[in-house]
Nanobody, 125 residues
Framework: QVQLVESGGGLVQAGGSLGLSCAAS???????MGWSRQAPGKEREFVAA????????YYVDSVKGRFTISRDNAKNTVYLQMNSLKPDDTAVYYC???????????????????WGKGTLVTVSS
């Protein structure tokens, strides 16, 4: 079992950047990691993911070219660098751990079993 704690959320102006971190305890290196977000009144959306080796990555179309997911297995940490932020990116961002099946090119290829409590990102216009 793995426990996840997110940090780095906050308030940023549109067009700005913000970096999120997720510290994991437990067998971090065996898990694929990901980030989801949930905006007020909307369903949770799977945003980005990375395999344990870092070879496979996934991004939802709305963040491609703006967000970058990475991981440091030595530090048991996964990161989400968010650039060119938009008001629509406002949400609670959740870190997740699980596995990837297949190529990882679709959100359905990633099965997340563990979730953090989330960190709020607010993008002002």
């Amino acid at each position: 079992q793995v426990q996840l704690v997110e940090s780095g959320g906050g308030l940023v102006q549109a067009g700005g950047s913000l970096g999120l971190s997720c510290a994991a305890s437990g067998p971090f290196r065996t898990y694929a990691m990901g980030w989801s977000r949930q905006a007020p009144g909307k369903e949770r959306e799977f945003v980005a993911a990375i395999s344990w080796s870092g070879v496979q990555t996934y991004y939802v179309d709305s963040v491609k070219g703006r967000f970058t997911i990475s991981r440091d297995n030595a530090k048991n940490t996964v990161y989400l660098q968010m650039n060119s932020l938009k008001p629509d990116d406002t949400a609670v961002y959740y870190c997740a751990a699980g596995n990837v099946y297949g190529s990882g090119s679709k959100s359905g290829d990633w099965l997340m079993n563990y979730w953090g409590k989330g960190t709020l990102v607010t993008v002002s216009s």
